[in-house]
């Protein structure tokens, strides 16, 4: 998958700020340029609507904590955030809670196992492990203030849309599609539920959940959601803070861990920034302090997260010096 950065980039360090705007926007014409005849994997079917998904859209925006955009092809397509969702809502938790509350109930160590493990709850006696994974997702939807359900979908949606700085809005197709093919969702909630891990319905939960997943983004949007952490909680474009600094340290750790699920160990050694994939294609990468970096595109890996996305993910990352390991030694 990851491969040796293309000849005509230097590599450049962590340290100091990213490069020129120019050198951005180049940076990210070229990746898209680079990769766009990339025809490797397939469009996710699992469920139905995502299917439809044209397998050559292909967008890319960075959007830096300074509040400046930069985009390249299809970046103002809308698809559903699906499970890039779960960081943005740990983090709403975290704000709603405390550092504690969710470390103690959800936890934050990596499962090893696959996004939907039932495996991984009864290994652990219970415990979902990390809010990353579909179980302990369904465990931090839960934990959203709210005296009803409706008041806990509204939470989301509001806070969601805030770290985006506009307006989320469900699409109605996804969120039926999904809803009717959830069986595995609902049963690891009613696990959940039996070890106490729950003590909300289990099934609004999931159907929360499901809203939650079904929400319109785009790549723009993912890298402002994304820039919003890498700022400390601060929207780089609306000003508004969404987050206290202390709940987007947590979140970019915890990203860093398990973001990537059982893969996450590889991604942060190739790519080194904490990020978040969803199976409708997007992926969202952030430099604490820089930026994030939000792709598009459909065609997936066997282990769900796309690949032009990864691809450019790799190559921009060392391009614009966002890796979080590497360094430039003191003068």
Not at 47 to 62: K, M, N, Y
Not at 126 to 148: D, E, F, K, R, Y
Not at 206 to 221: E, G, P
Not at 267 to 291: N, R
């Amino acid at each position: 998958m990851f491969e040796a950065e293309p000849p005509t980039v230097k590599q450049l360090a962590l340290t100091g700020s990213l490069p020129t705007d120019t050198a951005i926007g180049q940076t990210l014409t070229d990746v898209h340029l680079r990769y766009s005849d990339l025809d490797d994997g397939e469009v996710a079917d699992y469920i139905p609507i995502l299917a439809e998904a044209d397998p050559a859209w292909f967008g890319l925006s960075l959007v830096e904590a300074t509040g400046d955009v930069h985009e390249a092809g299809d970046s103002a397509i809308g698809f559903s955030i699906q499970s890039i969702s779960k960081a943005f809502v740990f983090a709403l938790v975290c704000h709603a809670r405390s550092h504690e509350y969710v470390h103690e109930r959800i936890g934050v160590n990596n499962t090893g196992l696959a996004y939907n493990s039932v495996m991984a709850i009864e290994l652990n006696h219970g415990s979902p492990m990390n809010s990353m994974v579909n179980a302990g997702a369904i465990a931090t939807t839960a934990l959203i203030p709210g005296q009803t359900p409706a008041e806990k979908w509204e939470n989301i949606r509001t806070g969601l849309s805030q770290f985006a700085g506009r307006q989320l809005e469900l699409d109605g197709r996804v969120y039926h599609s999904e809803s009717t093919t959830n069986q595995r969702n609902k049963a690891l909630a009613r696990l959940l539920e039996s070890y106490g891990r729950i003590i909300t319905d289990p099934l609004d939960t999931v159907d929360i959940y499901t809203r939650q997943c079904s929400l319109t983004v785009t790549a723009r949007d993912l890298a402002i959601m994304g820039a919003t952490l890498a700022d400390g909680g601060v929207n780089p474009l609306t000003k508004q803070r969404v987050v206290s600094a202390e709940v987007a340290r947590d979140t970019l750790a915890l990203l860093a861990s398990c973001g990537m699920y059982e893969n996450s160990g590889e991604w942060l050694f190739e790519i080194g920034l904490p990020a978040k994939s969803g199976v409708s294609g997007g992926i969202v990468a952030i430099a604490p302090g820089k930026g994030a970096l939000g792709t598009f595109s459909p065609r997936l890996d066997t282990a769900g997260n796309s690949v032009r996305g990864q691809r450019a993910c790799f190559h921009v990352s060392r391009a614009l010096g966002m890796n979080l390991f590497a360094s430039t030694p003191a003068r």
